[in-house]
């Protein structure tokens, strides 16, 4: 079974910097897009970057030219370098992943999520 595991979610200082990690792991056969969600409190779940695998990204104008997401596809990892934090930055990341394995029945496509992690930005 594959899953996805977070981390690096702290607290930091307004201006401040943080670099997120997730890791797939489990019977993959490869993975295609890979992004970075955030939920804040009493807010929709919304999305702030993802990576092709390719490498070809995309931002949510909020972050653009403050956060920066990368992979590494030999070990099915992406991460989110966060700079200049704000205190609306403040949420839960979760990390996404569209898994290709292979069944008995040929591929299937998952998608799949992590755990979440706290990211909290104090003004």
């Known amino acids: 079974q594959v899953q996805l595991v977070e981390s690096g979610g702290s607290m930091v200082q307004t201006g401040g910097s943080l670099r997120l990690s997730c890791a797939a792991s489990g019977a993959i056969f490869s993975i295609n897009t890979m992004g970075w969600y955030r939920q804040a409190l009493g807010k929709q779940r919304e999305l702030v970057a993802t990576i092709s695998r390719d490498g070809t990204t995309d931002y949510v104008d909020s972050v653009k030219g403050r956060f920066t997401i990368s992979r590494d596809n030999a070990k099915n990892t992406v991460y989110l370098q966060m700079n200049s934090l704000k205190p609306e930055d403040t949420a839960v990341y979760y990390c996404?992943?569209?898994?290709?394995?292979?069944?008995?029945?040929?591929?299937?496509?998952?998608?799949?999520w992590g755990q979440g992690t706290q990211v909290t930005v104090s003004s």
């Open positions: 996404n992943a569209k898994v290709l394995v292979l069944t008995g029945k040929g591929f299937r496509e998952d998608d799949l």
